[in-house]
């Protein structure tokens, strides 16, 4: 099977967010995509929408067009998100987003009118039935195809930085499951999803794509879910690592960071280095650790063993990409990242709402408030840290 990449013009980005429609009466998920997406035509309809439907009813993916910065970006989710909201809000509807939704059970949920998320469903049957789950993934460009391979290998190593970040499902069903991402567990049992296959090459990704099809395992490249994985038509390095992410200011993090590792990768890759790649054993211990424990995981450093705390990796992964973010101009952004690890990933904000004597109802609300005011919430329906304007309002 040979597979055409369409090279970028450079690392150029494009970000996928998946937002939860909210009741604001229950703080259980509406089943409402199909209205809200007729309502807003010049979001949803045309050869390039910005607004779509996922899997279940209850979610609204936003995608960005093409852009060159997270500030870029982060505006142009912001745009989107205005027009939903003056459509949601008159219907008694909040825009969210978290790896899963505290409360709301996967049995309600209800699909999407689309005849592929339909043969999903017979094919996987509960597995796909039980995904109610909301995450974000950035695009980022990368110039040749033959680069493609060794950065997605080197990126595997980030898997636990990237979820670590970002974890924001705790709760599961009304329950607390004791994980950082219970999302993880759910997309990850998907038979083609996990972390990135190590292969040598682009002519060994074709050949795995290609035995895959004849295997009937999937019918296109499109059915593989890797955390990490080559987008051919996009001409990108697609990353689906993060967890549901509440505010822009995150979804301008992570943008930053993927655009930063991609492009320090690209450069080496031009000065005549090896990447490194990490063993796969390592990469699998190190995506549960950060599922099980987030920003408080012990990571696996390499393949004899070592560790480190997660927290301290972040940190100089931070300072290291700095010179990158600086001539990105994406540093403010990437900036972030010591906020987070300062006053939490969501999943840590959402335990502490919990921990203050909050209900999971009160969970759903600072999430909520998250979402729309852009600031992290730790405790209590309306308490915050220092408020962050909307970008572009």
């Given amino acids: 099977m040979a597979i055409e990449f369409n090279p970028s013009r450079g690392a150029t980005l494009g970000v996928e967010w998946e937002l939860q429609l909210v009741d604001t009466r229950t703080r259980r998920l509406r089943q409402d995509a199909r209205d809200v997406l007729a309502a807003v035509p010049d979001l949803s309809e045309g050869t390039r929408p910005k607004a779509m439907h996922e899997l279940m009813e209850s979610q609204i993916e936003i995608v960005t067009d093409i852009c060159h910065t997270a500030a870029e970006a982060v505006h142009d989710l912001d745009k989107s998100i205005q ?32 005849q592929r998320y339909a043969e999903l469903v017979v094919e996987l049957q509960w597995l796909a039935r039980r995904i109610q789950t909301f995450g974000v993934h950035v695009h980022v460009g990368v110039r040749e195809r033959d680069k493609v391979i060794p950065i997605v290998n080197a990126l595997a190593a980030y898997l636990p930085h990237f979820l670590a970040l970002t974890t924001s499902s705790p709760y599961w069903g009304g329950q607390d499951t004791g994980l950082a991402s219970s999302r993880a567990i759910v997309f990850g049992a998907l038979p083609t999803a996990g972390p990135p296959h190590l292969l040598a090459d682009w002519a060994e990704f074709e050949e795995y794509m290609d035995t895959l099809v004849r295997a009937g395992t999937i019918r296109s490249i499109k059915e593989v879910w890797w955390d990490i994985r080559p987008h051919p038509d996009f001409g990108t390095i697609e990353i689906r690592m993060f967890d549901g992410i509440p505010t822009l200011r995150e979804v301008g993090m992570v943008t930053a960071l993927s655009q930063c590792l991609v492009q320090q990768f690209d450069q080496q890759l031009d000065r005549g280095y090896t990447l490194p790649q990490p063993a796969a054993w390592v990469v699998r211990d190190n995506k549960w650790r950060a599922t099980r424990y987030g920003l408080d995981a012990t990571v696996i450093t390499d393949d004899r063993g070592a560790t480190a705390p997660m927290r301290d990796m972040l940190y100089e992964l931070q300072r290291e990409l700095e010179p990158v973010a600086d001539r990105l101009g994406c540093a403010d952004e990437l900036a972030v990242l010591t906020d987070v690890l300062e006053q939490g990933s969501s999943c840590e904000r959402q335990r502490a709402v919990r921990a203050g004597g909050g209900t999971l109802e009160d969970v759903v609300d600072a999430t909520i408030t998250e979402f729309a005011e ?20």
């Fill in 83 to 114: 027009r939903l909201r003056s459509v949601v809000e008159p219907r008694g509807i909040a825009l969210a987003c978290t790896g899963t939704h505290a409360i709301s059970e996967w049995q309600d949920a209800e699909y999407a009118p689309m």
């Fill in 374 to 393: 852009n600031r992290f919430v730790t405790s209590g329906r309306h308490s915050s840290r220092e408020p962050t304007d909307h970008i572009g309002t």
